[in-house]
């Protein structure tokens, strides 16, 4: 049975963040609500004065900032942020705006078990500024995506997907509200999923066991 089709009575989890942290409250949230069953074991952030590690402190979740600027090689970060993961036996890593690139040596030392979160419907618009580069694109739906990390940028297996309208006089900062509200909604169901037991990846595609009925969801941008 591969790792990610395991169930697990809780997730041990450790969530790498480089900022706000937002959606590492969600996932705290989620916890605390009981919608998840997870252990944050831990959150480290390549950045001293990233707020995520304030919101970690409050719930009494062990913080890190590991100073990516200390290594000379994206390897060597690689390496101390994995040790930190291992000293907490973590088990799946949740990347929640977390800036880095991660190299095969991450990669290898959490086979299938790197998830992130994207702004955007992947493969569209990987990389930085995604919001406004849907905005300047003129697409009329864009949403945001989780999916288990590979070597490439933002183009892993997909798990979950939400969709949001573009309005005509959004910029990039007032879509990005829009999907936040969605990532804060579908990165703790995606955890969850895991915990569950219920993805298989298979090549470039994650299989869910017992995927819910869709029903009928046809949008139109703009409505007829
Ligand atoms: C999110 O928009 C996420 O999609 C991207 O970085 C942002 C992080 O936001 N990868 P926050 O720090 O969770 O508020």
């Not at 705006?97 to 994207?118: D, E, K, Q, T, Y």
């Not at 909604?185 to 009925?213: C, H, S, T, W």
């Amino acid at each position: 049975m591969s790792e990610s089709s395991q169930v697990r009575a809780s997730v041990k989890l450790g969530v790498l963040i480089s900022g706000e942290g937002t959606n590492l409250q969600a996932i705290i949230d989620a916890v605390d609500s009981g919608e998840l069953r997870a252990d944050i074991r831990i959150v480290v952030s390549n950045k001293a004065n990233a707020r995520g590690l304030e919101r970690a402190r409050r719930r009494g979740i062990t913080a890190e900032f590991i100073d990516h600027r200390r290594y000379a090689a994206r390897e060597d970060f690689d390496h101390a942020l994995a040790s930190a993961l291992n000293a907490h036996e973590v088990e799946l890593v949740a990347c929640a705006g977390f800036m880095r690139l991660l190299s095969p040596v991450m990669l290898r030392a959490f086979p299938n078990r790197i998830m992130n979160i994207h702004p955007a419907l992947c493969p569209a618009f990987p990389g930085v500024d995604a919001q406004k580069a849907a905005c300047d694109y003129g697409v009329r739906f864009s949403g945001c995506t989780v999916f288990f990390v590979t070597e490439g940028v933002d183009d892993g297996p997909i798990i979950v997907q939400a969709v949001v309208p573009v309005h005509p006089d959004d910029d990039g900062e007032r879509l990005s509200a829009r999907i936040h509200a969605e990532e804060h909604r579908i990165y703790p169901y995606a955890i969850r999923l895991f915990q569950e037991g219920r993805l298989e990846i298979n090549g470039r595609k994650v299989l869910i066991k017992d995927y819910p009925p869709i029903g009928v969801v046809t949008l139109r941008n703009p409505p007829l």
